[in-house]
């Protein structure tokens, strides 16, 4: 069973992998390389708790409804992970959440739209793809089935299978089932080399531990710490804020799904005790890229932004007392290449150094995908243009993936 330590004391001076960042992604790594027989994994983490950065603020939902066919077979994936999580980490009964209540995504040309959305071509085009059970509904069945669905809403989709997982405890069960330990409030400062290869991380408190193989998963401080070994990680940085509103009883039924503006990108989703609500292109001043942030303060306009727009498609939303949230924010990690694909893999530059990050707005769904991807990478090197989601220098050749929701 894994330990999570609060103290450094028991740190070792020499271990096989170090993992940078206990996010979701630096969790699902630590597990699945050590369930490899990568030898002894330590994660190592600044901050005093489990996926508290980015990780602590999303909205928690999973969805196959993504453009790039990679992208929906990491997801799917995990997907079957979270389903049978408790038999992946070896602890019985362990609950991370799991609920598929769908996502719904409503389309509506009336003001406000800021991109034509084009519901029934995706459905179309998914169903080429090998994903059949979205749901192309009309307006008339999107009334019939969502009762909050407002009538100038044109046309919509609905996935049933999609829905909501708890991060958390998703974090949890990693650090407890997996055979690697968590150190908490240990900062990483350096990734050493030597002779051009990784030969240790040197921390805050002046510590070292040698290793021959560090794995960078520290979410918006990822570029950062590789660059301290000189690799360059080419990445792009957008605050991205979401909202929980507490609403009186009996307002949102807690069953409701994910529910999506398409042509806005405006989403929100039941939350206990209220709403989750997210909107990534609410402000102009988060679409451009800026430095890691721990923690990503808030803007009180966004608020603003939201309560206006948010009425726009979904019927309550006049009743949905603003006054009274609990601010969400972090930032999305994306590839400098704006493909929508994470980088995962070995750096072409640092023999023994590992990245796995830039997940955006998808870290918490594709965490075990991506972990277990990084893991074979790790144990059978490939030619890096078999693997869609390498590490690259001036860009991947592949076709954007336009969900960027
Ligand atoms: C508003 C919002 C909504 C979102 N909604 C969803 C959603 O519905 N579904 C979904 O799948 N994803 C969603 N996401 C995205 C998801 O949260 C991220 O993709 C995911 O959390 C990234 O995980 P991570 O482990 O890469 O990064 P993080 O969670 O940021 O973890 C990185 C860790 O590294 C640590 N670290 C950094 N530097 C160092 C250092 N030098 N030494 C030691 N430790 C270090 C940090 O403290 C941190 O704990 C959302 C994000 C936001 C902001």
């Known amino acids: 069973m894994g330990r999570v330590e609060l103290t450094a004391a028991e740190l070792p001076r020499y271990t096989d992998v ?6 979701l992604v630096g969790l699902a790594s630590a597990f699945f390389a050590a369930e490899a027989g990568l030898g002894r994994v330590v994660v190592l983490e600044r901050r005093d708790a489990l996926a508290g950065l980015t990780s602590a603020h999303s909205a928690e939902g999973f969805r196959l409804e993504w453009d790039a066919p990679e992208n929906v077979a990491m997801v799917r994936e995990s997907i079957d992970i979270f389903a049978h999580f408790a038999e992946v980490v070896r602890l019985p ?16 040309p009336t003001p406000g739209a800021t991109r034509p959305a084009r519901l029934r071509e995706r459905v179309a085009w ?24 407002r009538p100038e809403v044109e046309e919509a989709h609905f996935r049933a299978g999609d829905g909501f997982l708890a991060a958390r405890a998703v974090a949890r069960g990693f650090a407890l089932g997996g055979r690697f330990d968590t150190f908490l409030d240990v900062e990483v400062v350096a990734i050493e080399t030597r002779g051009g290869r990784v030969a240790a991380v040197a921390l805050a408190d002046g510590r070292r531990v040698e ?47 994910m529910v999506v503006d398409a042509d806005l990108g405006l989403y929100w989703r039941p939350w206990p005790g209220g709403l989750f609500v997210g909107w990534e292109q609410a402000l102009a001043a988060d679409q451009t890229p800026g430095e890691p942030l721990d ?14 727009h948010g009425r726009r498609l979904t019927a309550f939303w006049e009743q949905v007392p603003f006054e009274n949230v609990l601010w969400h924010t972090g930032q999305y990690v994306a590839p400098a290449s704006a493909d929508g694909r994470p980088i995962i893999g070995p750096h072409p530059d640092v023999p023994g150094l590992y990245v796995n990050t830039a997940y955006e707005g998808r870290g918490i769904m594709a965490s075990p995908g991506g972990a277990r991807l990084l893991v074979d990478l790790i144990q059978h090197p490939r030619a890096p243009e078999t693997n869609p989601f390498r590490v690259f220098s001036v860009a991947r050749p592949n076709a954007p993936d336009r969900m960027v929701l």
């Open 18 to 23: 170090v993992v940078v960042g206990a996010g």
């Open 295 to 308: 923690p990503a303060p808030a803007d009180w306009r966004y608020l603003v932004r939201v309560r206006r």
């Open 211 to 257: 290793t021959a193989a560090v794995v960078v998963a520290a979410g918006p401080f990822s570029a950062r710490i590789a660059a301290t070994a000189r690799a360059r990680l080419p990445l792009e940085l957008r605050r991205r804020h979401g909202l929980v509103v507490f609403l009186p009883p009996g307002l949102v039924d807690p069953g409701w799904p």
């Open 93 to 108: 009964g362990f609950d991370v959440g799991l609920r598929q209540q769908g996502y719904l995504f409503l389309a509506s």
């Open 126 to 149: 998914w169903r080429q793809h090998g994903l059949e059970d979205v749901e192309y509904l009309d307006a008339a069945e999107a009334r019939r089935r969502f009762p909050f669905v």
